[in-house]
Structures are given as C-alpha cells and as structure tokens.
C-alpha cells in the first residue's frame, strides 16, 4: 500500500510486521525451494506444511501510487487478509515452537493498536532477518522416528533416502560464511541465505544486526554487484548475487567462475517450468551438463569400490 493521506501509516506497518513474521518463520523452517529474479520482482517459492506456495517480493524502488485504484474497496479486502494472515502466522510459529509475536517484537509491541511504533532500532533488527527467534520449551518426552523402523522396506527406504537429501539441501549453505557489499537488496539475499543455513553479515554503518565484519577471516563468499572491487581479501570468493539464486536453483554449489565481479553472468533461468513446456537452449545445455557430472562422479565411486573389492 502506498504511503499517502487516504492511507493510514498504522495499516502500512502492520502489514510490514506480518510480512517480517512470516519472513522469519521462513527462515526457521527452512523452507524455500525456489527463487527467480525477474523486472517484477523476485519470485519466491517455499513448500509450507506440504504445500507450495510462491508469492513476489517486490524491488525496492519508488513507484507513483496508481490513480485508477480504490483504494476503499482494497482497505475492506486488507482488513480481512491481514486478520487472517496474523492467525497463519501464529499457527506457522506454534509448529515450530516459536513465541509469537517474536520475541524481538514484545518490546515495541503496541497492545492498544496492535501495530509497534517504538524506537527504530528495534524495528530494524527484527526486520534484518538476521537475529534468532526465542523459542517455546520443549518436552523431552517428544515423538522421533525409529530409525530401524525403515529397514526392510523399500516405500520407508525410498522415503528416509529422501528425508536424507532434502535435508541435506535445506542445509546448503551451512559452510558458507556470506558478506554482503552495500549495493546488495538485503533481505532477499538474507532471506535465501538463512533459509539454507548460512551465515550472513554486512557493515555495521549500513544497517543494524550485523554479526561480523569486513575483515574477519572466516568469510568465505563475499557478494559484490559492481563492475571491480578496490580491496580483496585472498581468502574469500567475490561473486555477484546471482551465484546464490542459481545455487537455489540446482540444489547445490556451483563454481564460482562464472559470477565473479565484472562477468558476464551465465543466462538466469527460472526454475517454474511446466513439465512439457519449452525448453530454452541454455536448460538444455545445463541438463547435459549436469548429467555428465552425475556419471563422472558415479564412475569414480564404482572404480573405488572394485578397488576396495579386489
């Protein structure tokens, strides 16, 4: 919603608060499956309780307010979606056993209106995406999977091998150390980073919430979206955010050759493709190549075991 007279600034925030919740739930599940960045905005896809939902985070650019719009009608249909998008959250928070609202909200959290107007800073850090969310005690006496309860059958086999590898790809970045340069959009590389398990963080005199900085060695990804970087550090990759969207999208790590600063960036597919739909030339080519990498690496592996065999 635009901020103008006919637009309460308690609506706009209060929208803000339900989008940063659901953000972070987001985060915590770790559930993004999918990301495309077109003119726009960026396309977003998470599987949610077995569901995919996808939705667009817009650019952060100004934009006149449309003149054709009433905005009358849109305020009825806002005051039903955000009452029950704040039940979605709620519900979203308790399966995970998070405290809602989060806990960085209680402080600057309005009782009489519902929406926060305390001091910025706390408004920021939650809205960084970048802080951990108090969690609600659990019981020890919990529910887990017998593990030996998937031996000997093939469905329950098939299941945990997949369980194994959607794990593993929920956790894709977990060796990933990420510094971000101030020119980066923030909270949908934040967003994707966190979701897959990597840590992120930026310079302190651009924004709260920063966890290290610049100069600590432990980075391993720095994201630059300019032509040259002054100053390098020789222990770190330098890679334009591109790298991050298309790792999403392949499921894993991809070289960093090809997105170094000032490259020509290898063609951004979107990964929502119908089955039967047409197929760009430069899919095609990443199929191929993808399978050929597939066989390689088997080979190697059944070369290994006729050697541990023999």
Known sequence: MPRQGRIQTGIINKCRVLAVEFMHYVVAARCIKKVFVSIKGFYIQAEIEGNDITWIMPHQFTTPPPTNIDFKVMLSFLELYTTLLGFVNFKLFSN??????????????????????????????????????????????????????????????????????EGEFKSLFKDCKFFLSREIPREIVVLVIRSLGGEVSWDSDSGVASTYEESDESITHHIVDRPSQSHQFLSRCYIQPQWVFDCVNQRKLLPVDEYVPGAILPPHLSPFVQEGAYVPPEQVELLSRDKKDDGEEKGESDKKEKGLGG
Do not use: H, Q, W
């Open 96 to 165: 995970l056993n998070l405290i809602y609202p989060p806990k960085a909200l209680e402080e600057v959290f309005s009782e009489r209106s519902r929406v926060y107007f305390g001091d910025d800073i706390y408004r920021e850090r939650l809205e960084s995406l970048n802080i951990k969310l108090a969690e609600v005690p659990k019981d020890d006496d919990d529910d887990e999977i017998d593990e030996e309860l998937l031996m000997g059958d093939e469905t329950l086999e098939s299941l945990a091998a997949s369980r194994k590898e």
